[in-house]
């Protein structure tokens, strides 16, 4: 038995820990990115959760919000250029998984220097702004890795981007910022999760560690993600976004398989929602 674990990301759970996020906020920076979509966050009032708790935490804070779905590298060069127009030293993601991945890049497009797609080719890169993520579905599970996904324009090459830096220093999961997920979106969501899982502990990568939180995740999954699709309550969330959480970590330890492989081009050329692209 030989391997290797590590994650550097302090995770708090729970409900209304959001509210939280300016205390830990003040602790990496004084001024604030936050990255999110164009309209969802500000309809449930999660984004005025998020500030809210910033500004009195004395943090100042700019919003960027052209996050589009299954985001392209040219997208965090330009999101890059305005964290150092703007002079921020914290980035904050906040949404799916497309949020929190453009965040990543966004924090590390900020710290180095060319466009993006030249590090997703293997150009060394160094640090990246400190990272704190929030997220508001449950199937990603971006909150607790170190990927990035994104597509290339010029080649519509869609891969995960890997790099240390990019761990969030701070991940709150709270799982009332979820409650308004409609079904659809909670069952590709947690579709998502569920492969995540799966195919990470499927990995020939894998380990006793990683199979164990796997395992856990599957469990969640199948025990939650139909009530919380169909009859949704408190327990049913919860479960779900701990479950989107755990089957995050081995994703990011080990990695998945085919499945993920075979998806990425429907949603790189197609604009498919990943979790729906999955099962198919």
């Given at each position: 038995?030989?391997?290797?674990?590590?994650?550097?990301?302090?995770?708090?759970?729970?409900?209304?820990?959001?509210?939280?996020?300016?205390?830990?906020?003040?602790?990496?920076?004084?001024?604030?990115?936050?990255?999110?979509?164009?309209?969802?966050?500000?309809?449930?009032?999660?984004?005025?959760?998020?500030?809210?708790?910033?500004?009195?935490?004395?943090?100042?804070?700019?919003?960027?919000?052209?996050?589009?779905?299954?985001?392209?590298?040219?997208?965090?060069?330009?999101?890059?250029?305005?964290?150092?127009?703007?002079?921020?030293?914290?980035?904050?993601?906040?949404?799916?998984?497309?949020?929190?991945?453009?965040?990543?890049?966004?924090?590390?497009?900020?710290?180095?220097?060319?466009?993006?797609?030249?590090?997703?080719?293997?150009?060394?890169?160094?640090s990246a702004l400190p990272l704190i993520l929030v997220p508001t579905t449950a199937g990603t599970g971006s909150e607790v890795n170190n990927i990035s996904v994104m597509t290339n324009p010029s080649t519509m090459a869609k891969r995960g981007f890997?790099?240390?830096?990019?761990?969030?220093?701070?991940?709150?999961?709270?799982?009332?910022?979820?409650?308004?997920?409609?079904?659809?979106?909670?069952?590709?969501?947690?579709?998502?999760?569920?492969?995540?899982?799966?195919?990470?502990?499927?990995?020939?990568?894998?380990?006793?560690?990683?199979?164990?939180?796997?395992?856990?995740?599957?469990?969640?999954?199948?025990?939650?993600?139909?009530?919380?699709?169909?009859?949704?309550?408190?327990?049913?969330?919860?479960?779900?976004?701990?479950?989107?959480?755990?089957?995050?970590?081995?994703?990011?330890?080990?990695?998945?398989?085919?499945?993920?492989?075979?998806?990425?081009?429907?949603?790189?050329?197609?604009?498919?929602?990943?979790?729906?692209?999955?099962?198919?």
């Open positions: 038995m030989d391997f290797s674990f590590y994650m550097p990301t302090r995770i708090l759970f729970g409900r209304g820990k959001a509210k939280e996020i300016g205390l830990h906020a003040k602790e990496l920076g004084k001024k604030a990115l936050v990255v999110t979509g164009k309209s969802s966050a500000k309809k449930t009032g999660n984004l005025e959760k998020i500030t809210k708790s910033l500004e009195e935490h004395g943090i100042e804070w700019v919003l960027y919000d052209r996050v589009r779905y299954n985001p392209f590298t040219t997208d965090i060069d330009e999101g890059g250029a305005f964290a150092k127009e703007e002079g921020v030293d914290l980035v904050i993601g906040l949404g799916g998984g497309t949020a929190m991945d453009t965040a990543k890049g966004v924090a590390f497009a900020a710290r180095n220097e060319g466009p993006m797609a030249d590090y997703m080719e293997g150009k060394a890169g160094g890997r790099h240390p830096s990019i761990f969030p220093r701070v991940s709150i999961v709270d799982p009332e910022l979820m409650d308004s997920m409609p079904p659809k979106v909670t069952a590709s969501t947690g579709i998502d999760a569920f492969f995540h899982a799966l195919e990470s502990y499927l990995n020939v990568k894998s380990n006793a560690l990683s199979e164990a939180i796997s395992l856990k995740a599957i469990e969640l999954i199948s025990e939650s993600l139909r009530k919380a699709v169909h009859q949704p309550d408190e327990e049913s969330r919860d479960r779900m976004a701990m479950a989107s959480t755990l089957a995050g970590i081995p994703l990011g330890q080990v990695g998945v398989c085919a499945l993920h492989a075979l998806e990425h081009p429907m949603s790189s050329y197609f604009d498919v929602h990943h979790g729906e692209g999955l099962p198919l």
